[in-house]
């Protein structure tokens, strides 16, 4: 995903394409259109969120931080730190930050292995500027939006990372999360339910509920998944080597739940309240 960059690499990850991509667009509209961004950065860790910007919370002894929902229905976090940015290289030095304090951890399957779910969030005001006669600025309706950049952590099979004890309880919650993200999309995009009325397990996990507005809300959602190479050329050949084998399980996997996301209609509006234009 990039969370972790730096400025210095020359390949990066979504995130870093997404900063330069919002930061090149409010450079070529800075003389008439003010700019306020903020940054965030949990991560869900045994189905407990925690604040990954928040210094004073780092350790065994953190505390986790608290879903709130909005009168108006939006979800919300108690407390969690937004830190106002100004530049690319300053809202990277953040999720750096961020990505120092995630947890980790070592499986027979890879020695850094995410233990938990990741969410940056990048929450953008905008506020056009006319010029009156007398030379001051006045401002007209501000828009708002909200963007979160979601790193899964990978589903996991015991008896593939060899995980026990604690790392066997975090690959537990892993999945728990993947399969309520799964449940909650399946639900989204079956028309026969959503025309009924059907319920949408978004409670299932805190998972789905924090990304609850992007998934059914007001919202545009993408999906990115990760699929191996060795599917895509070795499908049609008999493979007796089981790594490759479990590979090709893993990418079926991932193109099933994108295919599920695919079918969700997804759609979105301005809503305006008195002066103010959210999007």
Known sequence: MGTNYNGEEPENGVIPKVMDTIFSRVGTTKDSTEFLIRVSFIEIFKEEVFDLLDQKTTGPARVPIQIRERG??????AGVTESEVGTKEEMASYLLQGSLCRATGSTN?????????????????QKR?????????VGN???????????????????RTGADGTRFQEGIHINKGLLALGNVISA?????KRKEGGHVPYRDSKLTRILQDSLGGNCKTVMIGTC????LINHFIYISNIYLLLTIDDTISSIFLQHLAYIIMYRYQIIVFGIYSMC
Do not use: P, W, Y
């Open 72 to 77: 108006s229905g939006g979800i919300t976090l």
């Open 109 to 125: 399957m890879n020695s850094q292995s995410s233990r938990s779910h990741a969410i940056s969030t990048i929450s953008m005001e």
């Open 129 to 137: 500027m006319n010029h009156s006669l007398a030379g001051d600025d």
């Open 141 to 159: 309706d501000v828009l708002m939006a909200k963007l979160h950049l979601v790193d899964l952590a990978g589903s996991e099979r015991a008896k």
């Open 188 to 192: 989204l995009g079956d028309d026969k």
């Open 228 to 231: 191996s190479q060795i599917f």
